[in-house]
């Protein structure tokens, strides 16, 4: 499974931003999907994640802001970040796992793409 994020850019604090990954290869084995970030000089952590059955787990932080989504065929899943805050600037990196509990965030996911830079202004 390959996996490409995009969407990220410069932002000023309140306004809103669209991840998007497009995941190519074998997406058939893909039953959990979901967005991590790494702020400079911290640890990646988790952010959002849903299941084949569009079950979401958010991470405190961004629940009541951020919205996961994805299409039906799991090629394609998206971040919506709201009323984003400078302390939401991070690389964001979309994920992907064969099983649904990836979706918890527990212990990471098998399938990493690239970063996209979220840069968020005061």
């Known amino acids: 499974v390959q996996l490409q994020a995009s969407g990220g850019g410069l932002v000023q604090a309140g306004e809103s931003l669209r991840l998007s990954c497009a995941a190519s290869?074998?997406?058939?084995?893909?039953?959990?999907m979901g967005w991590y970030r790494q702020a400079p000089g911290k640890q990646r952590e988790f952010v959002a994640a849903m299941t084949g059955r569009f079950n979401t787990n958010y991470a405190d932080s961004v629940k009541d802001w951020f919205t996961i989504s994805r299409d039906n065929a799991k090629t394609t899943w998206y971040l919506q970040m709201d009323s984003l805050k400078p302390e939401d600037t991070a690389i964001y990196y979309c994920?992907?796992?064969?099983?649904?509990?990836?979706?918890?965030?527990?212990?990471?996911?098998?399938?990493w793409g690239n970063g996209t830079q979220v840069t968020v202004s005061s």
């Open positions: 994920a992907a796992d064969p099983l649904e509990p990836a979706m918890w965030g527990f212990y990471g996911m098998d399938y």
């Open positions: 290869g074998n997406t058939y084995s893909i039953n959990a």
